[in-house]
């Protein structure tokens, strides 16, 4: 009985080895330009064989302003943010699998697509649209998190 249970545990840790690499394979990205502005935020997360980039804005890269010249310029710039985090993680906008948009205002869903698609122009990712009341940067108008998994090399 007891060599079934070493065994076992033999086994189980055999399984345990992976996970726990994986689990230590977590990393923080911050990519120039994109660093994070205030506390408990992360630009992007690699994670194994995912990169998560968090809730991006239209920020101008290096600073704290929003671009100018409303939602389809705002969306440009915010997808030019995301690409960059993703590079920074070994992945690209074809990489992506998901991405949820955030407007503060649903009559600008037609500006935010029309500039969206150029960013993904095939097999776009699943995504959700919602209206929000707000977003943390009170100039910005449209806010979008995506995820993505690394290609097999």
Do not use: W
């Amino acid at each position: 009985m007891q060599h079934r249970a070493t065994v076992m545990m033999v086994g189980l840790f055999a399984l345990l080895g992976p996970l726990e690499a994986k689990a230590q394979a977590r990393e923080v990205l911050n990519p120039p330009g994109l660093a994070p502005l205030v506390p408990a935020y992360s630009v992007a997360i690699r994670s194994g064989d995912q990169v998560f980039v968090s809730g991006m804005t239209g920020m101008k890269p290096g600073t704290q302003d929003i671009v100018d010249g409303g939602v389809a310029v705002q969306t440009r710039q915010t997808l030019e943010n995301i690409r960059t985090a993703f590079k920074s993680g070994g992945a690209t906008m074809a990489d992506v699998d998901e991405c949820t948009v955030f407007l503060t205002n649903m009559a600008d869903y037609a500006a935010m697509n029309a500039v969206y698609i150029e960013f993904f122009p095939v097999n776009p990712p699943a995504r959700a649209t919602v209206a929000v009341s707000a977003l943390p940067r009170p100039a910005a108008l449209v806010e979008i998190k995506c995820s993505a998994r690394l290609p097999r090399r």
